[in-house]
């Protein structure tokens, strides 16, 4: 008898190599693996201190108004080359369109500031 990787259900094998007790654990497994090389090749998200610091700025708001991982959960959502003026753009257009309370709320910006917490991104003080 062998034990499953998977479901720890004990088996018997038909291969002196067999790792899983069915195919169905056997794709789980092959799906987990596929998952953790992706995980590893995908590039972390890099945030710029400087840069939140100037569409702050622009905004004419301090840094309590604008929370740095409410502002990196907007600036995910652009190209990482794109300028102040773009980010001031984007971030003033969804801020229109939404209620910042209700942002807050969503599933998405949990999970994000879960990410964030877990230092999942890469946080540089300067861009330049
Ligand atoms: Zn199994």
Not at 83 to 105: M, P
Request: aromatic share 14%.
């Amino acid at each position: 008898m062998k034990k499953c990787k998977i479901c720890s259900n004990r088996f018997e094998p038909t291969r002196s190599d067999a790792r899983y007790c069915s195919n169905a654990c056997k794709q789980k497994a092959h799906n987990l693996r596929k998952n953790e090389v992706q995980q590893a090749d995908a590039p972390k998200l890099v945030f710029y201190h400087d840069e939140y610091q100037e569409v702050c700025n622009m905004f004419g708001l301090d840094y309590e108004s604008l929370p740095f991982m409410f502002y990196c959960f907007l600036r995910k959502g652009i190209p990482l080359k794109a300028t102040v003026q773009n980010v001031y753009d984007y971030i003033n257009s969804v801020w229109h369109h939404n209620n910042y309370d209700q942002i807050l709320k969503t599933n998405a910006y949990r999970n994000f500031i879960e990410d964030f917490l877990g230092g999942e991104f890469i946080i540089l003080s300067n861009k330049s």
